[in-house]
Nanobody
Framework: QVQLVESGGGLVQAGGSLRLSCAAS????????MGWYRQAPGKQRELVAA???????NYAEHVKGRFTISRDNSKNTVYLQMNSLKPEDTAVYYC???????????WGQGTQVTVSS
């Protein structure tokens, strides 16, 4: 059973930076593509960044150039460096293995990111 623990969220002013971490267990981390998702109030959860097992990355258009996803397979951890944060980045951020994202029970508690203007 996959277990995911996100951390690193907080309150930051617009233009600031945060680094999120997600520790995964219960899966063979190194072979799984991982993603960072976010859900703002009243909106659906969306995928903002993904990293394949070979390190290839993809980003949603509205975070491209500001967010960087990375992974450390030795620690079963995926990171999201967020720079130049905007108020519209305010959301609860979650990580998951892309192949597990359709399983409701696979999600962690997320970490709240609040960007003030």
């Amino acid at each position: 059973q996959v277990q995911l623990v996100e951390s690193g969220g907080g309150l930051v002013q617009a233009g600031g930076s945060l680094r999120l971490s997600c520790a995964a267990s219960g899966i063979i981390f190194s072979i799984n593509a991982m993603g960072w998702y976010r859900q703002a109030p009243g909106k659906q959860r969306e995928l903002v960044a993904a990293i394949a097992s070979d390190g290839t990355t993809n980003y949603a258009e509205h975070v491209k150039g500001r967010f960087t996803i990375s992974r450390d397979n030795s620690k079963n951890t995926v990171y999201l460096q967020m720079n130049s944060l905007k108020p519209e980045d305010t959301a609860v951020y979650y990580c998951n293995a892309l192949s597990y994202s359709s399983s409701p029970g696979s999600w962690g508690q997320g970490t709240q990111v609040t960007v003030s203007s």
